[in-house]
């Protein structure tokens, strides 16, 4: 079946523009998770959605950064008047249900550029 | 807090060579504990998991057990291949949580 998928694969921006990124999970996955990795790094934890729950945020690095996940599917990423330093690639991972053996299944992410 | 600490890369090995990657943790409690890998112009995938102390997970060749009395999950291959070359990552769900820690990921390349 289908992966999880992203959307658009790369984002180039200017300096203080919004941008909003998608996820498409695996169809019937509750869980979904977003990861920055930046260059050199490993996956930083930003945001976690579980079902129809209030997500955990606590890994937004500040309020320029949120998410939303409707109809516990599609999930989008948006980051309000982009910084250089939030050039990474976003990404995004299902799995399955609340288990914390769960497999997570990533998607290509999306390298953002901002300029 | 918790935290996971992979070994740094680089590291290039010869085909048929054995590989380890080392990966130790703090944590609290006994979490479940993850190898990823990222193969090259691909997306993260599951390469093996142990949920408990003592087990060991397996997957292509690739080992890692679970120590609890060392708090390690080292990654090893008696025999790495060209199609190994990969990052891979060690990570684990912290302190009851879902905000999953991963390391800063261990490139391997194996030459033919």
């Known amino acids: 079946g289908a992966g999880v998928s992203q959307s658009p694969s790369n984002k180039v921006t200017e300096k203080g523009k919004d941008v909003e990124l998608r996820c498409d999970p695996i169809?019937?996955?509750?869980?979904l998770y977003w990861y920055r990795q930046s260059l050199g790094q490993g996956l930083e934890f930003l945001i976690y959605?579980?079902?129809?729950?209030?997500?955990?945020k606590s890994g937004l690095p500040s309020d320029r950064f949120s998410a939303e996940r409707t109809g516990g599917s599609v999930s989008t990423l948006t980051i309000q008047r982009t910084q250089q330093e939030d050039s990474a690639v976003y990404l995004c991972?299902?799995?399955?249900?609340?288990?914390?053996?769960?497999?997570?299944?990533f998607g290509p992410g999306t390298r953002l550029t901002v300029l | 807090g918790d935290s996971v600490t992979q070994m740094e890369g680089p590291v290039t090995l010869s085909e048929e060579a054995c590989l380890t990657i080392?990966?130790?943790?703090?944590?609290?409690?006994?979490?479940?504990l993850f190898w990823y890998v990222q193969y090259p112009g691909e997306g993260l995938q599951l390469l093996l998991k142990?949920?408990?102390?003592?087990d060991k997970g397996s997957n292509k060749g690739f080992e890692a057990t679970y120590r609890k009395e060392t708090t390690s999950f080292h990654l090893e291959k008696g025999s790495v291949q060209v199609s190994d070359s990969a990052v891979y990552f060690c990570?684990?769900?912290?302190?009851?949580?879902?905000?999953?820690?991963f390391g800063t990921g261990t490139r391997l390349k194996v030459l033919a």
């Open positions: 991972a299902s799995s399955q249900g609340a288990d914390r053996t769960d497999t997570q299944y």
């Open positions: 169809s019937g996955h509750t869980a």
């Open positions: 959605f579980q079902g129809n729950s209030a997500p955990d």
């Open positions: 080392n990966c130790t943790y703090t944590a609290t409690g006994y979490p479940s």
């Open positions: 142990a949920t408990k102390a003592d």
């Open positions: 990570a684990l769900p912290p302190g009851g949580t879902y905000k999953y820690i």
